[in-house]
């Protein structure tokens, strides 16, 4: 989920050859490159399993933190140089890298396995992990996003949380619950498109603003985006949580582990990582709301294969392996229930098993997913996909600048107003390049 820095170039140069391993003695050794987070590791786990039933197979994987892989993965893949047989990307570099002919088409393979179940993939996650009707990547875990609150903090304060709640009660309960020792919220503060922008971004639709109207002209000097980050930016000063210019996603979920904070507006898989109290005493609601209805974003973790592999049968072997409805069953029984990576498999939601461990959310989870619609992410057209992101190669470096201003504002070292003008100036540059 969530820490995207790095603009995709073209790499000069070469990038370090090699495939990953040899394939002497029959043995076929492919290489993943994979985020660093708890179903990664949980994967890592398991590769063994894996091995005992393809002992032909060798399974290398490079776990690596997300701004690393993500710039070691782009040049890997934008050079053509092999390095990798698989890798972790997202619902953001999909369509971009299958235009760009830099990872491979999945549908023929998927066809050739008639187990695998793509139909049973949640159609919101299958739909922005395809480019004209293909699938070039499986998804590992999904996500939208809703807001986690701890029922006996709110309710100590008479305050009940609809499950529906609009950013104005949202602040209200936050301002309500503040105090020395619990903030009332936690929201991401921390620079980076895939960080504070995320959540943002999802503010600013529901308030009705857009990056760009349909014939790309920029939108950011407009009342909705200023009411949206003025909003934001209040909520985090009058009840959030100290220091939030540099609180990401591992910040709020830590701060909320540990009682600090009262809510928390972030990824649904946050959930699936909480402890002690607070997985004891959470409530979790959709994503809040002002003018635009259902205000989720849309996200998942995915395999792709790189064109230049040249093993790829065999890392479709193991991609298969990974990401099918037998690899679920295992998670849970062997790693525990708790621990089978949400949002990506309809079936997982009809498991007994699944449910006992996950009830409180799975739903929140997955009608947020079916409701996050990648196409009309705003209340007026846009000529772009993308929810917390605006899916062409140059939103990398734009989300980034945008949100340096928005950090600048919540440091107090400008104006939302004069954050708003540097970010018009440049989005209007990005806009001009699509025509």
């Given at each position: 989920m969530s820490i995207f820095a790095v603009l995709i170039a073209l790499v000069a140069g070469a990038c370090s050859g090699g495939a990953g391993g040899g394939t002497g003695g029959g043995t076929t050794t492919i290489t993943l490159a994979a985020v660093d987070n708890p179903s990664m590791a949980d994967l890592k786990k398991l590769v063994p399993d894996f091995q005992a039933t393809h002992p032909n197979i060798q399974v290398k994987i490079v776990t690596l933190p997300e701004d690393v892989l993500r710039q070691q993965v782009t040049q890997d893949v934008a050079a053509g140089s092999g390095r990798y047989d698989l890798f972790t990307i997202g619902t953001y570099e999909v369509p971009l890298w299958a235009k760009k002919g830099w990872i491979e088409n999945l549908s023929p393979f998927i066809a050739k396995d008639p187990s695998y179940a793509p139909d049973d993939l949640i159609p919101g996650i299958r739909?922005?992990?395809?480019?004209?009707?293909?699938?070039?990547?499986?998804?590992?875990?999904?996500?939208?996003?809703?807001?986690?609150?701890?029922?006996?903090?709110?309710?100590?304060?008479?305050?009940?949380?609809?499950?529906?709640?609009?950013?104005?009660?949202v602040a209200a309960a936050a301002k309500a619950v503040n105090s020395r020792s619990v903030n009332g919220i936690c929201l991401r503060g921390l620079p980076g498109w895939g960080e504070q922008l995320a959540p943002l971004d999802t503010v600013v639709n529901t308030y009705?603003?857009?990056?760009?109207?349909?014939?790309?002209?920029?939108?950011?000097?407009?009342?909705?985006?200023?009411?949206?980050?003025?909003?934001?930016?209040?909520?985090?000063?009058?009840?959030?949580?100290?220091?939030?210019?540099?609180?990401?996603?591992?910040?709020?979920?830590?701060?909320?582990?540990?009682?600090?904070?009262?809510?928390?507006?972030?990824?649904?898989?946050?959930?699936?990582?909480?402890?002690?109290?607070?997985?004891k005493n959470s409530g979790y609601a959709y994503a809040p709301i002002k003018v635009k209805d259902w205000s989720g974003w849309l996200w998942a973790w995915s395999l792709g294969m790189p064109s230049s592999s040249k093993k790829k049968d065999a890392a479709w072997t193991f991609a298969d392996w990974a990401t099918n409805k037998a690899y679920i069953q295992l998670v849970g029984t062997k790693l525990g229930w708790q621990h089978v990576s949400p949002g990506t498999r309809t079936s997982t939601y009809d498991l007994p098993e699944y449910k006992a461990a996950a009830g409180a959310f799975a739903d929140v989870t997955l009608q947020s997913i079916a409701h996050a619609d990648v196409t009309h992410p705003t209340v007026d057209p846009v000529p772009y996909i993308g929810v917390q992101y605006v899916d062409i190669d140059e939103f990398q470096q734009l989300g980034d600048k945008v949100s340096q201003e928005f950090a600048k504002v919540i440091a107090g070292g400008q104006t939302v107003d004069q954050a708003l003008a540097k970010a018009q100036a440049l989005a209007t540059d990005v806009g001009k390049a699509q025509h």
């Open positions: 739909g922005a992990l395809s480019y004209n009707g293909n699938l070039f990547a499986v998804p590992f875990y999904g996500e939208s996003s809703m807001l986690m609150y701890r029922k006996d903090m709110l309710a100590a304060k008479g305050i009940t949380m609809p499950d529906h709640p609009t950013w104005d009660q009705g603003g857009r990056w760009f109207d349909p014939q790309w002209n920029a939108q950011l000097n407009t009342p909705q985006w200023h009411d949206a980050v003025s909003f934001y930016i209040n909520l985090l000063k009058t009840a959030g949580e100290p220091g939030a210019g540099n609180a990401g996603f591992t910040e709020c979920l830590n701060a909320y582990n540990s009682g600090k904070v009262a809510m928390w507006y972030d990824a649904t898989v946050a959930a699936s990582f909480f402890t002690g109290d607070a997985a």
